[in-house]
């Protein structure tokens, strides 16, 4: 007997759509089965100002291959010398719905982002008055710092002093990987989501180093330990609306993940709503998969929730393709290291 569930069309809170050739190739990725995605804004240059959003909106809408429906839903990035007015205008036209901090050096494309947070006090404090959503790459860059526990560090040291420092700044913490970032959501109720990937639910950091590196798995933050893996499953799944679906799908080429020095990130786009799907089967928590990818996103945003729909059908093993092509080159899609069963119709 075919088993099948029916639930709004999922938003992705977290996505990386680049420019250009890379733009055209993995859009249609997404927009087969999203309904809107917030677009991350580290492209070279960042997208800073309004008009630096309005135009890459532009760019991605007109990438959009006839008959598909999606809407881009834009950010900024914030740096040192962010205007608060340009981001309170930008905010009160629609234009974006975040904005995004980036620790100086944190992840691919982060150069331009924030070292002295006193700097960007007074931003803050205007998207708190206009209730705008910071989104948080929750992660310290100083080198004494072990890179797995990065995140833990961030929580204690920059992000609880920012959120003491300016309330009823709603914040996102974004593709969280440890227990710690759980319990910290958990801990406060006011203000706080958290968007989890779809990887970070499938490995933790053996299977990114035992038994040969698999630069297909190397993300930031990275992967950590199992028990916080577990940890993120069990929110993923729990059915509490604070945490919802960001893939953080990253598109890099082959060359430049399979190189000396790789670069972070991993492409879901194509296969996420099919390994959530058994994600969330093997935890007994199918009836909480709308939640997670279609509803406690639009909640925390206050937008509403898509009008149309996804099934997902299990059947014989689905065929992901093992690429996407790309004017750049090859982009390879997450393999998850297990068969699939979830077979998604829109
Ligand atoms: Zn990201």
Redesign the pocket.
């Known amino acids: 007997m075919s088993q099948s569930l029916t639930i709004r069309r999922p938003d992705d809170w977290?996505l990386?759509l680049r420019d250009g050739a890379m733009l055209q190739a993995v859009l249609p990725e997404t927009a087969r089965h999203f309904a809107r995605a917030i677009i991350?804004p580290n492209l070279v240059p960042p997208v800073v100002t309004g008009t630096d959003a309005a135009a890459y909106r532009d760019r991605i809408l007109a990438a959009l291959p006839d008959g598909m429906v999606f809407e881009p839903l834009m950010t900024l990035y914030l740096t040192e010398d962010t205007d608060r007015e340009d981001v309170a205008a930008a905010h009160a036209s629609g234009l974006i719905k975040a904005v995004k901090l980036y620790p100086a050096g944190a992840?691919t494309n982060s150069a331009s982002g924030v070292r002295d947070f006193d700097k960007v006090r007074g931003v803050l404090e205007r998207m708190a008055e206009i209730g705008l959503p910071l989104c948080v790459h929750g992660e310290v860059t100083d080198a004494e710092i072990d890179i797995f526990d990065r995140e833990a560090v961030f929580i204690d040291r920059v992000l609880d002093p920012i959120r003491r420092d300016t309330p009823g700044l709603r914040v996102v913490m974004e593709?969280i990987t440890t227990s710690n970032a759980v319990d910290y959501v958990k801990a406060n109720a006011q203000d706080l989501g958290a968007t989890i990937t779809t990887h970070h639910l499938i490995i933790n950091r053996n299977h990114i180093l035992v038994g040969g590196i698999k630069p297909h798995y190397y993300c930031l933050p990275v992967a950590k330990r199992e028990e916080h893996r577990l940890a993120l499953r069990a929110a993923a799944t729990s059915g509490d609306p604070r945490f919802f679906l960001g893939t953080?799908s990253?598109p890099h080429t082959d060359p430049l993940k399979e190189s000396a020095c790789g670069c972070a990130g991993c492409f879901t786009a194509t296969n996420t709503m099919s390994l959530l799907a058994h994600v969330f089967e093997q935890e007994g928590a199918l009836d909480k998969l709308e939640g997670f990818a279609s509803r406690n996103g639009p909640g925390f945003y206050g937008l509403p929730v898509n009008q149309d729909s996804l099934t997902l059908t299990k059947g014989e093993v689905v065929r992901y393709p093992d690429k996407i092509d790309t004017g750049d080159g090859p982009v390879t899609v997450f393999d998850p290291g297990f068969e699939v069963h979830w077979h998604v119709t829109t």
């Open positions: 977290h990386h991350m992840t593709h953080d990253a």
